[in-house]
């Protein structure tokens, strides 16, 4: 790649030679992408070619030599601010390198990423992370971990930038994991780095889950700490036994218990709520689109009748007209078969896809697909594909999927169906 200073800010630069290497779907992945590490590709055709460019004005190269942070003059403060400043970049390295199996789920190839140390770039404070990755078509054999390249991460790893904030050992652990196509370890190894036990990527901030499992942490501990309560009663008890005090020793047992049994129902009770919550918003926003103002107003004239403060199942007219549009996704019939229908409706949280008609959602009549033949999730705003145990094969982009694997799917995506193929999309469906 080659870096060039635009009317508008500074480019990484690569050229093609032909427009039919670039994919659509990659650039879209690319460019929406949530981890905020890859930046947005941009294409430009110039004569028979196409030029793929990266802007990263505002930030720098972290090999280059002025770069302040790990410049040798740098001297912060106090320690305590250099320990943040290089705790926040750990933490930053970790998340970067959760990203790369992130792209795998996403059908994006880690090989498509530009590892060169000298197209990564990062702010003036050396937290952020950029990197360019190239929105290229390729082979289903590319969809691995080992495609990222041990001798390319290795290069990367042992710049100044990466070996400032990470172990010898943290360097070899990752290097091997990639030579050895090893995706747990390599996560594993990204969770210690950023701070965290497990390889799981936590979820953003204002995410719905996020409060959720935040919750449930604060009814754990409280539950733990009756837990304990409980123990020191039963103990209390026990010493009580010893030295024959019948009746304070039946308190005490007795507390023990009824202290045990309200903690675990109040945590089952929690758990309940949650649910019925989440359970409710969903019938909300799924009435918006089932029910027409008018059947709405049938709805509230007739409850009227019978108590003149009655609210509908699903909420009132005004709460309704509150609530934002229902994402929904299709199905469109791109394959020349008979039987099928040319469009088909992804609006549950969950729509099964398969040949038995008492199993799926989407009944497809076809030796190729199975009974149960896949899934597609919905959850907070995005499309998850996952192909079932069966003998069906399931494609996305004319890559094989592994089965019991989820994916993320976007619009324009061609999805493939034993033999069936589909081009997937979304809409926001409002109220009619």
Do not use: W
Not at 60 to 67: A, G, K
């Amino acid at each position: 790649m080659q870096i060039k200073k635009g009317p508008f800010g500074y480019y990484a630069m690569e050229k093609f030679d032909s427009p039919d290497r670039l994919c659509s779907y990659a650039e879209e992945v690319i460019a929406g992408n949530r981890s905020d590490f890859y930046l947005p590709p941009t294409t430009e055709y110039i004569g028979s070619g196409i030029m793929c460019c990266f802007e990263f004005s505002g930030y720098v190269q972290v090999t280059d030599p002025e770069f302040s942070v790990f410049s040798s003059g740098k001297k912060f403060t106090s320690r305590k601010k250099e320990a943040k400043f290089l705790n926040m970049r750990r933490r930053a390295a970790g998340d970067l390198f959760t990203s790369f199996i992130k792209l795998l789920d996403s059908l994006i190839s880690p090989s498509c990423i530009v590892l060169d140390p000298d197209m990564i770039f990062t702010d003036t404070e050396g937290i952020a992370i950029k990197l360019c990755c190239l929105p290229l078509k390729i082979s289903p054999d590319e969809l691995c971990l080992s495609s990222l390249g041990a001798s390319r991460l290795e290069k990367l790893l042992n710049c100044d930038f990466f070996k400032s904030i990470l172990t010898e050992d943290e360097i070899n652990a990752l290097v091997f994991s990639v030579k050895e196509n090893n995706e747990d370890m390599f996560l594993k190894t990204a969770g210690i780095i950023k701070g965290t036990d497990e390889g799981s990527d936590a979820l953003p901030s204002g995410n719905p889950k996020e409060q959720e499992n935040t919750s449930s942490s604060k009814t754990l501990s409280k539950t733990e700490k009756d837990l304990l309560v409980s123990v020191l009663s039963a103990g209390f008890a026990f010493v009580l036994l010893i030295r024959q005090m019948d009746l304070p020793c039946l308190l005490f047992f007795f507390l023990s218990a009824l202290i045990l049994v309200v903690s675990l129902l109040g945590k089952k009770k929690h758990k309940e709520n949650i649910e019925h919550e989440r359970s409710q918003e969903i019938s909300r926003q799924r009435s918006s689109v089932l029910f027409s103002d008018n059947a709405l107003l049938s709805e509230t004239e007739g409850h009227d009748t019978d108590n003149q403060n009655a609210n509908l199942q699903y909420g009132t007219v005004e709460q309704l007209q509150q609530l934002n549009p229902l994402l929904a996704g299709r199905l469109s019939l791109i394959s020349d078969i008979r039987g099928i229908e040319p469009q088909y409706s992804v609006y549950l949280d969950e729509t099964y896809i398969g040949s038995d008609c008492f199993l799926s959602d989407i009944v497809l009549d076809d030796p190729q697909v199975s009974p149960l033949h896949a899934v597609i999730k919905q959850e907070n705003g995005s499309f998850y594909l996952m192909p079932s145990n069966g003998k069906g094969k399931t494609y996305i982009e004319d890559s094989p999927l592994e089965n019991g694997r989820t994916y993320e799917i976007k619009s324009g995506q061609k999805i493939t169906i034993g033999d069936i193929e589909f081009r997937f999309g979304t809409e926001k469906v409002n109220k009619t």
